[in-house]
Structure formats: C-alpha cells, structure tokens
C-alpha cells in the first residue's frame, strides 16, 4: 500500500506528500507481518478488462496469478520490471527472483536488468550475490545511479561499512536526484550527526551538478521554518533543472505546500506542471483538494475529468469521493421553497426508459389496442422519522428510500405497459430548478388533477419508512369521480427491498388490476423478459438510473445534475455483465450511453472498448440480438464520428 492509500484509508481529503527521510523506501518493501488484530485472510483486488475489481487472497494470488503473469510477459522486458516491482512491494521476493533473472538476460537497459536483479537479492538478504551481480554491470556498463546505491546496499549488507560509504556517496555524485540514494544518505548522516548533519547532507547534495530532488527537501525544511519564499525558491530551482517533473517528486511539493496551508502557492506552482496520465491520482488528488478549499469548483471538476478520462479501476473509489466532494461544494443542498404548494411540473413516460428510436429499440413494442384502459403511475411518495407535516420540498442527494420510491412505480409502469393491453404512462414530480422531487406525504388525485386529465385510473404508492420493515402502501384510484378502488399493503426490507419482496408486489398488482378492472395480463415479450428475480432489486436501481440519466438532457437541468455519473454507467455495465442473457438490461445499457452521448460525448466515448468487447464475448440470440448488436456499432460509430468532427446528428 502506497503513502496515497493510506493516508485515504484515514481521510481522503488529506494532502499526500512523501515520507519522512528517517523511514526512506530504499528498496520496495515488503507486505506488513500480521498481528494478532490482522484479518485472518489478506485479499489483494484486481481488475479485469470491464474495470469490475474483484478480491483474491495472497495465496491465490502467489500460487495462480502471479506465475501465469510473469510466464505471459517473460519476452516484455518493460512489463516484467513493472511486475516485478509491485511482486517486491507486496511481499513476494521468492517468486519475483526467476523473473528478476530473466529481466536481466534480456533487458536491452543492462543497468535497469541488473538493478532489479540486484534489489531482488537485496530483499532475500542474498547480499554476496547481489554485489558480484552489481559490480559485474558497474563494470561491463558504466556506473549510474540507482546501481550504486543497491551496490552501496550490499556491501553493507555484508558489513563493509566504509565501502559502502564510499560506494553511495558515488552513487549521488552520479545521480543527486535518485530518491532512494539521497533520503538514505541523508538519514545515515542524521543518525551520526543529528538534525543540522541532515540538512548539510541535502545541502551538500543540492550543490551537485544537475540537483534538483535535494532541493524539493530543503523546501520542506523552508517550509517547516515558516519562510514561504526559501521554498518557493528552491522549488522554481528545482523545477527548472526537472522536466518533465516526476510524480513522486511533484506529488511532495504539492502535498508539503498543501500540508502547510499554502494552497494558492501550490496551485500557481504545480497546476502548470500536471500531467493527468504522468502525474496521475497522486498529484491530482493534492490539487483537487485545494481547490475545493478555495472555491474553484470548476478547476477541481476539470482535473477530475482528466484522471476520469484514464479509465483506471484502481481510482475509481478515490475519483467517486471527489466527486461527492464537488457535488457538495457546488449544490445548495436543503429547502428549495417555504409554502407547501410549491410549484412544480410533472415528467411523463409514456415508453419504457430503455426505448431509442434513434437506435431502432421501437420495433421491440407490441402495438396497443385503442380500447385499452389509461392508468397513471405516479412516483412514489414517502415518509420516514424526518418527515415534517409542512411536506417541505428539499434539494438532496438520492438515497436509498428516495431511488425506491421512484424506481418501484417505474418499474410497475413498464410491466404493465408490456404485460397488458393497458396504456401505462408513468409521472415524475420534477423541480423547476432541475431535480426530482419527492413527497413526503402521500400524493392524492386531486392535487395532480390536472397532469393526470386524459387517464381512467392512477396507481399511487407511499413508503411508510418510520417503521421496519418499511410499509408501501398501494392505492388504484378512478379518475374519473376520485374514489379509491382498491388499497393494499406490501412490506419492504429497510433500505434493501428484497427481489422477491418486489416480484411480489408485481404479482399483487397484477391481481389487483384483473379483480377491478378486469384487465388481463400475459408474459412479458419474448427476448425483453424481466431479470431473474435474483436480479430483479438491482434492476429497477438500474432503471432509476436511467431516468436521471434521461432527465440530465432536459432543458435547463444544470450542468452538475448527475451525480458521479460514470458509476452510473459502470453500474449497468456491470449488471449487464452479471445477467448477460437478459436483453432488457443490455437494453437499459446501450440506452443510457446513447443518450449520454448527446449531453457528454467524451464520457460516452470511454465506453466504447467495453461496449465492443461486451457485445462480442456475450452476442443475443434472435431479433432482439440483431438490434442490440446493431445499435452497439451504431453507437461506437458515431463515437468515432464525433472524435474526428466534433458533432453526431441524433
């Protein structure tokens, strides 16, 4: 685990610098030993090409992944180092050691192949062997930096003291900027000399031809002193001798700025100099933060879009809370209006979410007969232990009890629209200001009298979530005198209905209607068949995630409406993944990126591999697998479309 990580794993919204110089990484260390309050068993996360991370144990890991890696990769010398590295950094000396030897047959960098080989050894205290490995490149290939310092390495590893002096002190005059090298100089000299011997050795080293890295130190030091214009010096004399400027040493002087409460000096400093695929989450973290502190909503959502851009599933969590974190600065969360009859308007959805005609989804459809009964499904209302009596209309971010409340009626909706000859339309209260809204007392068909005109009957439901299991109780309603015509209860777990829970109240609804309205009900469509019911929760989420993503193209919806938007578009990837039979999910999928593509062409485009990769490796069967394979080319094509000129006609 990298300083990043663990200084998020405490609080996210941290400056991240570099270590202490008396704890230098000199070489890649190995996983913390377990204690008696360690997990019995430690799992170590990896991705797959969908960017869905999985867990698996160290011993998996040591015994399964990690030897079938390096024998896929023992041809591809810049591969294995990086392998290599990470196997060293986690632990795993012993089986890095034959790839290290094989790193250093055929590395076209004898010095990178050496080292590596040589830092192996180091690690399995093999020291005699690492200084005859060593020496022989020192030798045959010239000295360099990071060599000697491994060198220096060994022979005090085997109690040359004085060589080994020598030997590191050679190793800075060839590279003063080697991290490594320097911060173990430094704390030998500290150890023998104190704080002041310290600072002589960074001085000593800055003065070296070429320094930059001792004088990043010496900033910190400036900086701990309180002399804001020593760093700053040091830092421009640094960042001129370093181009481009390494992440680890960028990272240092944008956390020590950031440390001291020197944000704008950070910003001015360091913005220029970031690099979102050099510099990574590191750094960008550091300037996402400062400036959040400062106001610069704008600045920070930019960079978050540059390292959203990389597609790295191991940043996917760090970028989701910068992502909140933005939210939070840039919306007014709270009440939106005082009086209880606040104005609002009323979104209908008159076909499933999932329907594009741009992508040729209406041919999925039955034609409705003309004799069928209208009914209205109005977005759910609720109430829970916050509830107020004024029914206060509030701008908040989406929870559990909130997306429920929308996607069950939603979902209901679409089953009967597809289920029954009935002309299902579902309604959406919606916030002139751009944003759901939701009731915390039950809707009656007098206060929509006028949005629900044209319809026979209106479904309301109201979540009692006060109590638990939650109570969501249904209402079928006449329209045509308002008299409630059927009522019932159905119980729902807290904050996670169960799939069965909602299959069943399907069911119930279903009765409800063919007793009262005498309305009969068949299977859904062949090839557009609902989820198992094991999926049938994670679905209708799915489907409320769809309509935000739908909602975000209305007119004057602000720019920020969708929340951390790219975990929407993982979430139905991922589901599709998980049930990649169902073409409804596929459907719900190919729907959302396609209608992202009209608001965010650059975040749609970022799909466009896996979109591929999905469609081959689980093709459907049938009519509905011809136009779920035609509308996935279609969609990438005007990616492609859009890359090259900058605009799609939709």
């Known amino acids: ?70 024998e896929l990769n023992r041809d591809k010398p810049d591969v294995l180092v990086g392998m290599i590295t990470d196997a ?15 790193l250093h047959q055929i590395d076209p960098d004898a010095h990178r192949g050496a080292t590596i080989l040589g830092v192996t050894l180091l690690q399995l205290k093999r020291f005699a062997e690492a200084r005859d490995i060593l020496e022989a490149a020192r030798k045959s290939h010239g000295e360099e930096g990071s060599l000697l310092t491994n060198l220096a390495k060994a022979y005090a590893g085997l109690g040359e003291e004085e060589r080994a002096d020598e030997t590191l002190w050679r190793a800075i005059e060839v590279d003063p900027n080697q991290d490594n090298g320097l911060l173990w100089y430094v704390a030998l000299q500290g150890e023998r000399g104190g704080t002041h011997a310290k600072s002589e050795a960074f001085i000593r080293a800055s003065k070296l031809a070429n320094a930059w890295r001792p004088q990043i130190w010496l900033a910190r030091e400036a900086l701990e002193a309180d002399d804001l214009d020593t760093a700053l010096m040091y830092y421009r004399q640094a960042i001129e001798r370093a181009t481009p400027m390494p992440p680890d040493a960028l990272r240092q002087i944008s956390g020590d700025l950031g440390l001291h409460g020197q944000l704008q000096a950070m910003l001015t400093l360091v913005s220029p100099l970031f690099d979102a695929k050099l510099h990574g989450l590191d750094v960008g973290n550091n300037l996402i933060k400062a400036n959040i502190d400062l106001g610069n909503t704008k600045e920070a959502r930019a960079i978050l879009e540059e390292l959203h851009h990389l597609q790295r599933a191991d940043w996917e969590k760090h970028l989701t809370f910068w992502d909140g974190e ?9 009440p939106v209006a005082d009086e209880p009859d606040f104005a609002l308007d009323m979104l209908k959805l008159e076909d499933p979410i999932w329907l594009r005609e741009a992508l040729g989804f209406a041919v999925l459809l039955m034609s409705k007969p ?75 068909a007098g206060q929509l ?75 859904t469509p062949s090839g557009i068949e609902s989820p198992g019911v094991e999926w049938l929760g994670h679905f209708i989420v799915a489907m409320e995630q769809s309509l935000a993503v739908s909602c975000s193209l209305l007119d004057g919806v602000p720019e920020n409406f969708l929340y951390a938007e790219r975990s929407i578009f993982n979430n139905l990837l991922h589901l599709s993944l998980q049930m990649p039979a169902n073409a409804r999910m596929r459907l719900l999928l190919l729907s959302a990126i396609h209608r992202e593509s009209l608001r965010r062409p650059d975040v749609a485009a970022e799909y466009n591999e896996r979109l591929t990769r999905l469609q081959r490796e689980y093709p459907l069967s049938g009519a509905v697998g011809e136009v779920i394979a035609a509308a996935t080319q279609l969609i990438i094509e005007e990616s492609v479309v859009e890359a090259v000129t900058g605009k799609v006609d939709h």
């Open 370 to 444: 003309a004799s069928g009964p209208r009914i209205a499904f109005v977005s759910g209302s609720c109430a829970n232990a916050a509830s107020n009596e004024r029914q206060q209309i509030t701008l908040q971010k989406t929870d559990a009890l909130g997306r429920f409340s929308r996607a069950l009626p939603m979902y209901l909706s679409e089953q009967a629209l597809l289920r029954s000859s009935a002309k299902a339309i579902y309604l959406q209260p919606w916030s002139p200001k751009g944003g759901f809204i939701l009731a915390g007392g039950p809707w009656t």
């Open 326 to 334: 933005i939210d939070k600065a840039e919306k007014d969360y709270g």
């Open 88 to 102: 060293l950094r986690s632990g795993f000396c012993e089986e890095a050691l034959e790839p290290a030897r094989r």
């Open 449 to 523: 009298s006028t949005v629900l005109e044209g319809n026979d009957y209106a479904v309301f439901t109201h979540v009692d979530a006060a109590q638990s299991p939650w109570h969501v109780k249904f209402d079928l309603v006449r329209l045509a005198d308002g008299l409630v015509v059927s009522a019932w209860t159905c119980d729902a777990d807290e904050e996670n209905p169960s799939a069965q829970q909602i299959s069943q109240m399907e069911a119930t609804l279903f009765e409800q209607l063919a007793m009262v309205l005498g309305l009969i009900t068949t299977d």
């Open 1 to 70: 685990m990298g300083i990043l990580d663990k200084l998020l794993g405490r609080n996210r919204a941290v400056f991240n610098a570099q270590p202490k110089t008396e704890a230098p990484a000199s070489t890649p260390s190995p996983a913390p030993s377990k204690d008696a309050s360690a997990p019995a068993t430690i799992t170590i996360t990896i991705a797959d090409a969908y960017g869905r991370s999985f867990q698996v144990t160290r011993e998996q890991w040591r015994t399964e992944i990690l030897p079938k890696n390096f």
